[in-house]
């Protein structure tokens, strides 16, 4: 079994006396409310999902992360796991001292407060997304923080609610149910969407050469014209209980907000599935990019700079479906022309659902056209707030 | 040479080091035990206590991942 990042997976969670007593101590402490999507951050630290960080960045980590594109002590880390509060929160806080974390009312974790000091939004924003312009969703998230950030360990009693708890998965949970089915190369594939043929071809062709598959969505905060968490968790049910076998694929979720930073972020999903058990994962055209921020091939070439990652990439370029050939294929091994192909573009899906073009059975399978067509509004709005603390 | 054994090449100034430890005899032998024990080291920082791991076991049953 693959180690975690750092060797060591994190555990912060608290069980049995030691919760109740932390939950007792919470009841004492001054309380930083935060949103659902960091209390789920809270339980990705205390849990290892995010190892070998224990809490929330100090100003130092968060330092060499953003220059560096690593922590102190020099592990890869390329996205800032950061705590900002606001300033009425943080009246009597200093380094040193403790504060009860908790999400609509709810105490649950608490925060060991070892650094406070100032975001700086331009940094934070050029160094992770390489751009500071406004229409870019992460650099939107980094703007709306407020100015103080607070650095230290956290230690979680009360997981917060979770409606898909049923995919909900632990590293612990993971690495035990990989021993158990005896894989020892499992292939991790980080998605934000409903599956397409493109999709699947990519999983298969990379599980060939793998004892497993863990197919391991994002869910949390996306931008408006991404697909609802519920769409994407039915339709891979519909896709995986169809087209694959039961022992060779897991679904399980990364419950976390998409950043959009590109190459940094590929990284950061490695890291994350090499903690979740993985010894490869899938990189895409593209991967975690908005618009046209990054080149379609960034996210590859970043991993030049890792060779101690720990977990193996997989390179995948573009893919299409080829009229001719009969099947999914990509630039090396189609000899056919551009207008024998259909690309597996989300704009052409995002068309078909708006009734502008038909769901073609050669872009998404039939049983997961027929969970997408249930929803009558499957995909986040344009009102909707996205990502957001 | 036994049929399961593997070939591992060693960068030389590594293979120096480990032969000045081992003896020219011992080498073999010494990067096998510290293979082993790196191994142990590792399995040790990830593998759940056992209670823990039943419990572990006993959700992911529920949840329908193991039978």
Not at chain 1, 281 to 307: L, N, S, T, W
Request: net charge neutral.
């Amino acid at each position: 079994m693959i180690a975690p990042h750092g060797g060591r997976l994190v555990d912060r969670v608290l069980h049995g006396d030691a919760r109740a007593e932390a939950a007792a101590r919470a009841a004492t402490l001054p309380v930083l409310e935060v949103s659902l999507e960091v209390a789920h951050d809270v339980q990705n630290l205390a849990t290892g999902v995010f190892s070998p960080l224990e809490g929330f960045m100090t100003r130092d980590e968060l330092d060499h992360v953003l220059h560096r594109r690593r922590l102190p002590g020099d592990l890869a880390w390329t996205i800032p796991i950061v705590l900002d509060a606001p300033a009425a929160a943080l009246r009597g806080v200093a380094p040193g001292g403790a504060l009860a974390l908790a999400c609509a009312g709810r105490r649950f974790a608490v925060l060991e407060v070892t650094d406070v000091h100032p975001l700086d939004r331009r940094a934070v924003a050029a160094a992770t997304f390489g751009t500071t312009d406004p229409g870019h969703p992460g650099v939107q998230r980094v703007a709306a923080l407020h100015e103080t950030l607070l650095g230290g360990r956290v230690t979680l009693f009360a997981p917060p609610p979770d409606p898909h708890e049923r995919y909900h998965l632990s590293p612990a949970e993971t690495r035990v149910l990989f021993r158990l089915r005896g894989w020892r190369t499992v292939v991790g594939f980080q998605t934000r969407n409903v599956p397409h043929l493109g999709h699947e071809y990519v999983q298969k062709t990379a599980l060939t050469f793998a004892d497993g598959l863990f197919i391991n969505p994002v869910i949390g905060p996306k931008k408006a014209g991404d697909f609802k968490d519920e769409v994407i968790l039915e339709a891979y049910q519909a896709l995986m209980r169809h087209y694959f076998l039961r022992d060779r694929a897991v679904l399980g979720i990364f419950r976390t907000e998409m950043r959009y930073a590109g190459p940094r972020e590929a990284v950061f999903h490695a890291i994350v599935r090499k903690n979740f058990g993985c010894t490869h994962f899938i990189v895409g055209r593209d991967h975690a990019g908005v618009g046209r921020f990054y080149g379609p091939y960034d996210a590859h070439a970043i991993f030049q700079e890792f060779p101690d990652l720990g977990i193996v990439p997989l390179f995948f370029t573009a893919f299409f479906y080829c009229t001719r050939c009969g099947s999914v294929e990509n630039e090396k091994t189609c000899p056919h022309d551009a207008a024998d192909r259909i690309d597996f573009s989300g704009t052409r899906l995002r068309r078909a659902l708006e009734g502008a073009d038909p769901i073609s059975a050669r872009l998404v399978r039939p049983e997961v056209a027929e969970v997408i067509a249930r929803f009558p509004d499957p995909l986040v709005g344009a009102g909707s707030p996205g990502p957001a603390r | 040479m036994p049929d399961d054994t593997i070939m591992i090449p060693l960068p030389r100034a590594l293979y120096r080091r480990v032969e000045t430890a081992a003896g020219p005899a011992g080498v073999g032998a010494y990067v096998a035990r510290a293979v082993r024990e790196a191994l142990a080291r590792d399995e040790a920082a990830v593998a759940p206590a056992a209670a823990d791991e039943a419990q572990i076991v006993e959700r992911l049953r529920r949840l329908g991942y193991l039978d």
